[in-house]
């Protein structure tokens, strides 16, 4: 790889353009390629985004041996079928969340990246950022003292969008939303979950609209999580210990961490880096990476995708949210 990683995208959708917004801030990265199913969409994103080569498909972006890093930007339901073929043409791959449709499927495409050895990630963005360990740091150094309880919210007014209300395209909140929650918890408490509790309010078309979890870790913490695709939620993320708590002002891109003593005294507001989107972490770990040798990000490795694949799993399973995806084998 040259030290100039040339990254091709894969859809031309609102988050391919927040990608390219990103790749066009960085000097270390190039927003190379785009390909779409139609060649006019894809010419007419390049031009927009000043990108080098525009395709009419998807195979003749992966064939061009020029793209070190195929950025997959389709809806979820999309994500296998271009991944598994990058990955047998040997092209490391940047997977966007909810990684794929379901456990299955993300155990069987880390599974042949991991046999080809080709590198793969899941760009959940918010594990990249430079506010995990900002928290984690303050959380090690007992600011607040011991953990005790988390609460997380994520919410959007979505209407009837198809990504949300259809089988097909894996809708519901939580593969769009809840995922976020998730990763929370995870990237801050990674101790074993021991009880699990949830229930969900549906859509006519049968996905998720509104939904509530509830975890206790081994160590005794309680986390409560909420998302929906029904209403605009506060997105706030709380972490509450014995001596004080940490408010992280969104989960789903953290802006602001405030840090409160006994009796909930303010003790001080900590910003987060000045960042072009906040995407540009995902991509830069992706290339130190691809230097390194690595076959998947340390920030967040194969192991953790696969583990929170299959709650996403359990929970649907329990609500009866059901998807075409969940009939293969």
């Known amino acids: 790889m040259e030290k100039i990683l040339r990254v091709g995208i894969i859809g031309t959708g609102w988050i391919a353009e927040k990608a390219a917004i990103t790749l066009n801030g960085l000097t270390e990265c190039e927003c190379y390629a785009v390909a779409s199913r139609t060649l ?7 031009k ?5 080569k525009a395709y009419g498909s998807y195979s003749e972006l992966i064939a061009d041996e020029a793209v070190d890093l195929v950025y997959v930007g389709t809806p979820h339901s999309h994500h296998f079928d271009v991944t598994k073929e990058a990955l047998l043409n040997d092209k490391p791959c940047l997977v966007e ?9 993300s155990a069987e495409i ?3 990246a991991h046999e080809r050895k080709v590198f793969l990630a899941e760009a959940i963005w918010t594990r990249y950022q430079p506010v995990v360990k900002i928290v984690r740091d303050l959380i090690s150094s007992g600011r607040i003292g011991t953990p005790r309880l988390v609460t997380a919210t994520l919410g959007y007014s979505m209407g009837d ?9 894996c809708g519901g909140a939580l593969l769009d939303l809840g995922v976020y929650a998730l990763n929370f918890v995870r990237m801050f408490f990674p101790a074993k979950i021991i009880q699990i509790e949830s229930q969900c309010v549906k859509s006519k078309t049968g996905m998720d609209l509104t939904n509530a979890i509830s975890l206790v870790l081994e160590d005794g913490l309680l986390c409560n999580l909420q998302s929906s695709a029904a209403c605009v939620g506060d997105n706030i993320g709380v972490i509450a210990g014995t001596d004080g708590n940490l408010i992280i002002d969104n989960i789903n891109n953290p802006q602001k961490i405030t840090v409160n003593t006994h ?6 507001d900590i910003h987060v880096p000045q960042q072009i989107t906040g995407y540009e972490y995902q991509f830069l770990a992706c290339r130190k990476a691809l230097i390194e040798g690595l076959l998947e990000p340390r920030e967040m490795p194969h192991e953790e995708t696969l583990y929170i694949m299959q709650l996403m ?7 009866g949210v059901h998807y075409p995806m969940d009939d293969e084998s």
């Open 40 to 46: 006019e969409k894809a010419e007419a994103f390049a």
């Open 48 to 52: 927009q985004w000043k990108v080098k």
């Open 97 to 105: 969340k909810a990684f794929m449709a379901n456990y299955r499927q």
């Open 110 to 112: 880390i599974q042949l």
């Open 161 to 169: 969008k198809p990504r949300i209300m259809r089988a097909d395209l």
């Open 263 to 268: 009796d909930r005294e303010f003790v001080e």
């Open 313 to 319: 799993d359990d929970f649907r399973k329990k609500w």
